[in-house]
């Protein structure tokens, strides 16, 4: 019986299934001490998977926010209605031994949470990004060598969430909470995050081309660098992190053990998945002189190796982060593909644009 991405939400922690992933290097405390953890946000992407598995190991859970996406999720969880925005009342006179932010997009949002909650919650938790970055990040830096990305006017709020600001506003919110919560504060710097749940085309795009079949047309380099975390192996750790107090300051958290490398990986996917597709990898330079499509393949999104898909996660993986088999992530996100809602970003050439590449690439070179 196929698993809907809701009835895997709600079941997920009664089986105890979250609890027994990996995503974990260190030694299991099977019975942490019992955490009252407020969650901002809870009902997106990563929210859930939080939520499923803090609840697995015991943990109280209270989500806070506006009420607009996904009202009728978790209806046995207390939830604080408010808004980033100027509506936090609802979190005045509460304690909580940590808060997992996941909501916070501008600086004075993150400002006002942070100097609200001080005092009131032990450790501060922001999902922050490795767009916190500069565009100067190398290969060689880590966490506290990388400069951060910067804007012009850092009260400017007329951007999109994950507008072009992003990721400096990331930057500006993290040091927002560190200001506040100094050693209590947590900053996490997910990359590319995929799993069940995930509202992209980003590694969805490969697993539906595959599903059907066909021919796939793969621009670019073979051993492209590649980084995905899976929000259960991301999640998992972010909570026992808090169990264990130890967490301060930033951690990138990107994938796998070493980056991925585009052909390894891309058949890995077609293998685990039974696909009979065959790959065709045509690189971007034949691709251009045939069209200035511009398809937005992501991760695949530079036409060479980059910086951001090989960051360095020596400092998340001491503290206890690893990672399933990317194979486990694509069959998990198969079964569910039909319940998954693409709100963002899109994957590939059009298939008859693609189908006519295919073809004119195959008459140039058998
Ligand atoms: N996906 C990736 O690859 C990736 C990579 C790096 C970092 N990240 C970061 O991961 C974080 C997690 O995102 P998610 O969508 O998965 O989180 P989530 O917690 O599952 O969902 C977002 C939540 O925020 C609430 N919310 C939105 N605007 C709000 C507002 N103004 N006031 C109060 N609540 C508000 C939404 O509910 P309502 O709409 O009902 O308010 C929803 O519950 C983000 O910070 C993102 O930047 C993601």
Request: negative net charge; aromatic residues 8%.
């Given at each position: 019986?196929?698993?809907?991405?809701?009835?895997?939400?709600?079941?997920?922690?009664?089986?105890?299934?979250?609890?027994?992933?990996?995503?974990?290097?260190?030694?299991?405390?099977?019975?942490?001490?019992?955490?009252?953890?407020?969650?901002?946000?809870?009902?997106?992407?990563?929210?859930?998977?939080?939520?499923?598995?803090?609840?697995?190991?015991?943990?109280?859970?209270?989500?806070?926010?506006?009420?607009?996406?996904?009202?009728?999720?978790?209806?046995?969880?207390?939830?604080?209605?408010?808004?980033?925005?100027?509506?936090?009342?609802?979190?005045?006179?509460?304690?909580?031994?940590?808060v997992?932010d996941?909501?916070g997009?501008?600086?004075?949002?993150t400002r006002l949470s942070a100097e609200l909650l001080h005092?009131?919650v032990?450790?501060y938790?922001f999902?922050?990004?490795?767009?916190?970055?500069?565009?100067?990040?190398?290969?060689?830096?880590?966490?506290?060598?990388?400069?951060?990305?910067?804007?012009?006017?850092?009260?400017?709020?007329?951007?999109?969430?994950?507008?072009?600001?992003?990721?400096?506003?990331?930057?500006?919110c993290?040091?927002e909470v560190t200001k506040v919560f100094?050693?209590?504060a947590?900053?996490?710097?997910?990359?590319?995050?995929?799993?069940?749940?995930?509202?992209?085309?980003?590694?969805?795009?490969?697993?539906?081309?595959?599903?059907?079949?066909?021919?796939?047309?793969?621009?670019?380099?073979?051993?492209?660098?590649?980084?995905?975390?899976?929000?259960?192996?991301?999640?998992?750790?972010?909570?026992?992190?808090?169990?264990?107090?130890?967490?301060?300051?930033?951690?990138?958290?990107?994938?796998?053990?070493?980056?991925?490398?585009?052909?390894?990986?891309?058949?890995?996917?077609?293998?685990?998945?039974?696909?009979?597709?065959?790959?065709?990898?045509?690189?971007?330079?034949?691709?251009?002189?045939?069209?200035?499509?511009?398809?937005?393949?992501?991760?695949?999104?530079?036409?060479?190796?980059?910086?951001?898909?090989?960051?360095?996660?020596?400092?998340?993986?001491?503290?206890?982060?690893?990672?399933?088999?990317?194979?486990?992530?694509?069959?998990?996100?198969?079964?569910?593909?039909?319940?998954?809602?693409?709100?963002?970003?899109?994957?590939?050439?059009?298939?008859?644009?693609?189908?006519?590449?295919?073809?004119?690439?195959?008459?140039?070179?058998?």
């Amino acid at each position: 019986m196929k698993t809907s991405r809701r009835s895997f939400i709600r079941s997920a922690s009664a089986l105890g299934v979250l609890a027994a992933l990996p995503g974990c290097t260190k030694a299991l405390d099977t019975t942490p001490k019992p955490l009252d953890i407020l969650i901002l946000g809870g009902t997106g992407f990563i929210g859930p998977h939080e939520i499923n598995y803090a609840l697995s190991r015991g943990h109280k859970i209270t989500m806070f926010n506006r009420g607009k996406t996904a009202p009728d999720m978790f209806p046995d969880i207390e939830r604080l209605i408010g808004d980033r925005d100027d509506q936090l009342d609802s979190l005045k006179g509460r304690d909580w031994d940590a808060v997992i932010d996941n909501s916070g997009f501008y600086p004075r949002h993150t400002r006002l949470s942070a100097e609200l909650l001080h005092g009131h919650v032990g450790q501060y938790m922001f999902v922050s990004s490795i767009s916190a970055y500069a565009e100067s990040l190398t290969v060689q830096d880590d966490e506290f060598s990388a400069a951060y990305a910067e804007m012009e006017d850092p009260t400017d709020e007329s951007d999109s969430i994950y507008g072009e600001t992003y990721g400096s506003r990331k930057a500006l919110c993290e040091q927002e909470v560190t200001k506040v919560f100094g050693d209590n504060a947590i900053n996490i710097r997910p990359g590319i995050i995929t799993g069940t749940g995930d509202p992209t085309q980003r590694l969805r795009h490969w697993l539906e081309r595959m599903q059907a079949g066909n021919e796939i047309l793969v621009p670019g380099q073979e051993d492209l660098p590649v980084q995905y975390i899976d929000a259960a192996d991301l999640c998992g750790w972010m909570v026992r992190m808090l169990e264990d107090g130890s967490g301060s300051g930033p951690y990138n958290a990107v994938g796998a053990e070493d980056p991925y490398r585009a052909r390894p990986l891309l058949e890995g996917l077609r293998d685990a998945t039974g696909s009979t597709s065959t790959l065709t990898w045509i690189d971007w330079e034949w691709i251009r002189k045939e069209t200035s499509e511009t398809p937005n393949y992501g991760p695949w999104y530079g036409e060479g190796p980059m910086a951001f898909m090989q960051v360095n996660n020596d400092r998340a993986r001491a503290s206890g982060l690893a990672f399933r088999p990317i194979a486990n992530t694509a069959k998990d996100m198969i079964a569910n593909l039909d319940q998954h809602t693409v709100t963002w970003g899109r994957g590939g050439f059009d298939s008859d644009l693609e189908a006519e590449l295919l073809r004119k690439w195959h008459a140039e070179n058998g």
